[in-house]
Each structure stands twice: as structure tokens, then as C-alpha cells.
């Protein structure tokens, strides 16, 4: 039986991260010399799929005004946050289950001076602490796999957003072929995984009242950009990434691709819109 501690306890497995994060990316600047940045920090801290681009093609897609209030919906470590908060001039509350990861969201902002723009917040995603019409736009990437209450999930959602506010969406669904290999990023095992087919989560998605602008499956362009950069980057040595933060990361990425390749999972962007009141 799987309960929100075990979730938790998933991604608590390998202790605090931020130490770790902070180490590297000193080692592995991409900006110059001076103060570390969000861009040096977001070499290990994004973790979904297309990592950095995959937040800054959602951000397009999103378009959030700057000045906006925007809640991200389990939010990792907070990278794709203080992505946000930089190159769209918002403010993001980043709302994450598992508690060492709010710590280390809270350690990392603050350590590129962003501690009042990301504002990390422990709580669970179907029982949102804020009152309704609070956010401009709710965000959420790679965590709706973990939700067994999805209905929960998307209607909280619909709940804190303002009248005209956006919803914005980058997961892992389910594909047709069966169930993901696991262990993956998201689950040990079988029973912390809860991926649903896409259909059915845009109908859930619909029937917590917000309206569809966008929906895209990206998996097939994203297998082909990787196989582009595999074969751009053959022989080359592997580019500083997450994998140096833990032993075994390697093998969760393989799996996801091999599911991914399967058709056994779907990869998904989308946009909904709360009507105006
Ligand atoms: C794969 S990580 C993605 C993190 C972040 N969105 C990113 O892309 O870097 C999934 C995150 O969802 C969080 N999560 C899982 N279930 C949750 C829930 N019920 N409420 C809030 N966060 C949850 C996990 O703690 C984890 O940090």
C-alpha cells in the first residue's frame, strides 16, 4: 500500500541535495566568474524531461505576465522556479511533498539571491493551503505521476487560480504498451506510479472547469532530438548533468527512455484556461 510518506520517502532517498548541487555547479560554471547563478545551478536541478528547455518551451507556452503569482505544483528542488522567476519576472511558489526537497529548494534560491521571488511551501497537491482565486497561473511538470487522486489534483488546481488564470502542464502519461520499466525517476516501484492516458486526464482536466488552449504529445520530437544529440555528441565525453548527483540515475533515465520508446509511456504538454468569472 502506498502512501504520500513513501512518495516522499522516494525522493528523499539520497538525503539533501542542495549541498551536493551547490559543490558542482561551482565546478561547472556556464556563467563567469562572480556570484553562482540560476543558469549555474540549472545544469542539475531540473528534474523532467528537456530539463532547462523543457521549462523554457513550457514558459512559452505559458506566456506568464511578469509580475505574476504563479504556484508550481510539486516542484522539485525548485529549478524550473527560479527558471521562471528569472526569465519571466514572476514570483513562484514552489509546493513540494517531500520536505528535504522544500529545504533545498528554500537553500538554492536563496543562494542565487532569488529567496524572495521562489517561495518554497510543503504540502500536498490535492489539499492546496491557499485560498481560492489566489494564482495567475499554476504550473506543474513530472509530479501528476505520483497523484493517485488526479480528480483532486486538477481540481485544486482550478480552485486557487484566478478567474482568466492559466494551467500549465508537462507530465508523463500513460501509453498503450503496458507499464513503465521501473525503477524510474518517479518510482521505485510499481505501486508509487499512477500514470493515467492522456484522454483521460484531459477529460478530468476539463470536467474541473477549465477550458483547453493547448495540447501536444511531444513524445515523438523528443526521441528524435535525443537520438540527434547522441549522434552529435558520440564518443564525447557525457556533459555535467544530474546524473553526477546520484549512483543509479543513469539506469532511471534508461528506463524511461526504453517505456518512452515502448509507447508504454507518452510524454505531454498542454494549457487550460479558467473562465472569466
Ligand atoms: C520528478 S520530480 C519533478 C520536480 C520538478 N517539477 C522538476 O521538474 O524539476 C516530482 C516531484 O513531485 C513531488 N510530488 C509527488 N507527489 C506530490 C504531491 N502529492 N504533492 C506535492 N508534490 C508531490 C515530489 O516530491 C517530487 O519533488
New binding site residues.
Partial sequence: MTD?GD??GH?AREGRLSEKILELARQHRVSPEGPLTVADLATF????LRARQGTAELAELAQPAPGSLVL??????G??ARQLAESCAVTVVA????EA?CRDAATLSAAVGLEQKVLACC????RLPFPDATFDLVW????A???PDKQALYRDAARVLKPGGRFALHDVMAGPAGPPHYPT??ASRADQSFLMPPERIRELIASSGLTELAWEDRTDALLADERAQAARQSGAERPPGPYMLYAGFLELSRNVRRSLVENRARVVIGLFAKPEA
Fill in positions: 504520500k512518495i516522499a525522493y536541478d531540473q528534474f523532467h508550481d505544483i510539486g516542484a522539485g528542488i529549478g524550473p509546493l513540494d511533498l517531500t526537497y504540502a500536498d497537491a490535492g506543474t511538470q513530472h509530479a505521476m505520483n497523484v525517476p518517479w
